[in-house]
């Protein structure tokens, strides 16, 4: 995957959960993390019970994550898919709710529509003789079905909030959640029919090459019942390593609902 797609998922979700980002170019990026994000991934619930029953107000951590891989040597976290750091950050995604609501804060003094986009964070993961995941962020316009990629990235840099701003209003969507959602769904489909599929004929050769060894050895005990059930069991856990697969997981997502104007600069910066 490339890296920075996995930069820009780290970025994006820091600052959609309120971090600073101190530093950030070239692969390595400094966050000031906020109470809530370093109780979450800091792992350092003594410290925040103490702060809470004393009634002081906490510190909350600095971190550098890197994903550039010319600079792993640097200070700071190295990340990369399949890491304990990323998987932990899934793991919060799940615990602060796959779905939400939000809506663009415009400031307007005048009444203001709202535009519905329905927005969905996707992890793919390609497995077989190696795994490697990507991640993919998508926002459908509920009204013209525009569809813009990656969504996250844009979203970053507007204000939202759970609850509607004074003066606005939101529009019905023309097109159903379950409609926009297999739209997306046939669109990550569409996408992975391009993809290079060398590394799934790299699996499947691999796992016969397996297979035939195993059956090699297994070849003077064809009477033995105990024998042939081992090697039936010894296909099935190869088989299972090695046959090449793809799997597409709903990271998180939710309901938009962003101004008309910023709705044009999504959908024209795209």
Known sequence: MAIENLHKFLSDY?????CELLD?????????????????????????????????????????????????NEQGEWVHFGSPRLHQIFRT?????KITRQYEQ???????????WLVLNIKISYQGKH???E???????LINGTLVSPMMEKLSKLNLQPVIPDYCYTISPLIHNKSAYQRMIRYVQDYLRTKDYTWAKE??????AEGKLLEHFYKEDQADKEKQNQLQQALSEIESRFRPRISI??????????????????RSSS
Do not use: C
């Open 14 to 18: 820091f600052l959609a959960n309120q």
């Open 24 to 72: 950030n170019e070239n692969g390595k990026v400094t966050i000031q993390l906020t109470d809530k994000m370093d109780e979450l991934i800091m792992n350092r619930p003594f410290y925040w019970h103490y702060i809470k029953q004393i009634g002081q107000q906490g510190q909350p951590m600095k971190i550098t994550f890197i994903t550039n891989p010319d600079r792993q």
């Open 249 to 266: 997981d709903i990271i998180n997502g939710g309901l938009f609902y962003l101004s008309q104007e910023s709705s044009n600069v999504v």
């Open 203 to 208: 699996s499947w050769d691999h796992l016969y």
């Open 106 to 116: 415009s400031g307007s003094v005048y009444r203001q529509p709202l535009i519905p």
């Open 131 to 133: 795994k490697k995941d």
């Open 93 to 97: 995604l799940s615990k602060q709710g």
């Open 135 to 141: 991640l993919l962020s998508y926002g459908l316009q």
